[in-house]
């Protein structure tokens, strides 16, 4: 798929006096899926408006496959979008919201009842949309994006009131549409979520991109090299790995973390100077810690933190 990509360059845009993208610039590359990720009024919406030619940039640029998508011809065979799962008729049934669509870019029924399939909704196909819960909505939605069967998908939100069976499929869904080639890029707040499924994270705030790396490469940066020491003897171990030029610190009477080696030298330098202990654990990030290391700062809201003691019903007061 050799128009699977997605480059996003330089975007700026104000919507009034507020500035909704300052500069931001990243790629979505073919054969991964692409986590998307900031605070609530960092930009994503608009950055994925703008890259599907519903909102224009006052500088910039955002091309599927080398090309503006105001430009492609049959833009559904080119990439699939899922941004609004409400946007429908309710008084359609999925098949007739389905078939729609594929009359305006001359596709077949054929072509409908494969992707009704493909997303679980053969049974519901002749019920009316209205009457869908939110995870069947969603599932319509990812049936109306992968209509064309197009190199390039965007999603915003797709776990988004799917069930856990859902959310299982929608795991195994994306990774096989990227094991094809594809070119997917997900917005979601769901870290756990992303961190299953995703190759890269880009994460932005305030119109900017603070992140944009493998989430390996993310995750590793978080952990730093921090190790967790579970001991009989925490002085003894404290004095033992400082004098081998670890920074060390009692956390609990039974607890050591450790920084500035490895664990596996940690195992070496006290199993030298026969210092005994149980457990020793290398410290992973996961990617939600990641995420508010990175967006720490950037939020546009947040909510005072409670005080010590009281109940919010209490603090509202």
């Known amino acids: 798929m050799s128009d699977a990509t997605i480059t996003v360059s330089g975007l700026h845009k104000r919507f009034g006096q507020t500035v909704a993208l300052d500069g931001l610039s ?3 590359a073919p054969g991964a899926v692409t986590g998307f990720v900031g605070p609530n009024g960092a930009g994503k919406s608009t950055t994925m408006r703008v890259i599907l030619g519903l909102d224009a940039v006052e500088e910039g640029s ?3 496959g080398g090309r503006p998508y105001t430009s ?7 990439v699939g979008s899922l941004l609004d799962a409400g946007a429908l008729q309710p008084s359609r049934s999925a098949r007739n919201h389905l078939l729609w669509m594929a009359h305006s870019q001359s596709m077949t029924a054929s072509r409908v009842d494969a992707v009704i ?3 679980g909704l053969g049974s519901a196909a002749r019920r009316k949309a209205g009457g869908f819960s939110l995870g ?5 939605g990812i049936a109306a994006a992968m209509l064309g069967d197009p190199p390039v998908l965007i999603m915003d939100e797709p776990f988004n009131g799917m069930d856990p069976e859902g ?7 994306l990774r096989a549409l990227a094991a094809e080639g594809r070119a997917i890029l997900v917005s979601s707040h769901l870290m ?3 961190e299953d499924v995703a190759d890269r994270l880009v994460v932005i705030g305030r119109g900017r991109a603070l992140a944009d790396a493998s989430i390996e490469e993310l995750v590793a940066r978080a952990s730093g090299d921090q190790v967790l020491l579970r001991t009989p003897a925490p002085a003894e171990a404290v004095r033992t790995l400082q004098r081998a030029g670890a920074a060390a610190s009692l956390i609990d009477p039974s607890t050591v973390t450790v920084s500035g080696v490895t664990a596996q030298k940690l195992v070496e330098v006290l199993g030298e ?3 005994p202990f149980s457990e020793v654990t290398a410290q992973r990030a996961t990617l939600e810690d990641v995420y508010l290391q990175l967006t720490r700062g950037e939020a546009e809201f947040r909510a005072a933190e409670p005080e010590t003691g009281t109940h919010p019903a209490e603090a509202a007061r």
């Open 26 to 28: 990243f790629a979505v």
């Open 62 to 64: 955002a091309l599927i």
């Open 72 to 78: 492609l011809r049959h833009p559904l065979r080119h």
């Open 117 to 119: 399939e493909l997303v």
């Open 136 to 140: 069947m909505r969603q599932r319509l």
């Open 167 to 173: 959310i299982i499929w929608m795991r195994s869904f």
């Open 192 to 194: 756990s979520e992303l």
């Open 273 to 275: 100077a026969r210092v």
